[in-house]
């Protein structure tokens, strides 16, 4: 199968209730030359991602109504692959991991410079621009540069892009064993070879383990 590069439009959709976030994201933004949308809650972000097609959406985990976790449940539920970034001064390790969870690709705490908000931006641009093999090459080489968080963050856009593929499940499997999870591992091994049984790492990988255990 050949994957095709994937097109990449700038156009981000902010959701902050603080008015100062916003406008201070929006300047940072347009300046650059990116094409920005900034709301309030989770309800008009909700709106417009059912109505138009943004590249990156920048969401606050506390917001009036419905909360920015919400959110990412509701856009995995509905099926929508967008990237999310979670701005937000709630920064520990349990918001992250949870952030994370729900579908978010990567996270910035607050207060943050314009230099830190372009430098997670233009990251999560790059990470859209790569085929799904430079994907799977590079998450490879973070792995084994020990580089575990890094290469998670690509293995779980490859997830979202060919979710028939068995590569993101073997990959995921590694990361887990790294961090000593096996039985999660496990069951990611096994999800590969559902979706092919002929897969040759999975079925090494599988069989390695079978062996230590």
């Not at 959701?15 to 929006?26: A, F, P, S």
């Not at 900034?38 to 109505?51: D, F, H, T």
């Not at 520990?92 to 943050?112: C, H, Q, R, W, Y």
Request: hydrophobic share 40%; aromatic share 6%; glycine share 4%.
């Amino acid at each position: 199968m050949i994957y095709q590069e994937v097109l990449l439009v700038a156009k981000v959709l902010c959701v902050d209730d603080e008015k100062n976030v916003r406008n201070l994201m929006r300047k940072v933004l347009e300046d650059e030359g990116y094409e920005v949308v900034a709301v309030s809650s989770g309800e008009e972000a909700q709106e417009l991602l059912n109505r138009e097609r943004f590249n990156i959406l920048t969401l606050d985990l506390k917001l009036p109504g419905i909360s920015g976790i919400d959110l990412l449940k509701k856009l995995q539920e509905e099926g929508m692959e967008v990237p999310a970034i979670v701005i937000s001064a709630i920064a520990t390790p349990e918001a992250i991991v949870e952030a994370m969870k729900n579908g978010a690709v990567d996270f910035l705490s607050k207060p943050f410079s314009p230099e830190e908000l372009l430098e997670k931006i233009k990251g999560v641009l790059e990470m859209e621009k790569m085929t799904f093999s430079k994907m799977e090459r590079i998450a490879k080489s973070l792995m084994e540069k020990g580089k575990y968080d890094e290469s998670e963050k690509i293995v779980r856009k490859m997830f979202s892009l060919v979710p028939s593929s068995p590569i993101p499940h073997y990959l995921y499997s590694l990361i887990l064993s790294s961090r000593g999870n096996k039985d999660l591992a496990l069951k990611h091994l096994k999800a590969a070879l559902t979706l092919d049984g002929n897969y040759h790492p999975a079925r090494e990988e599988l069989k390695k383990y079978e062996e230590e255990n």
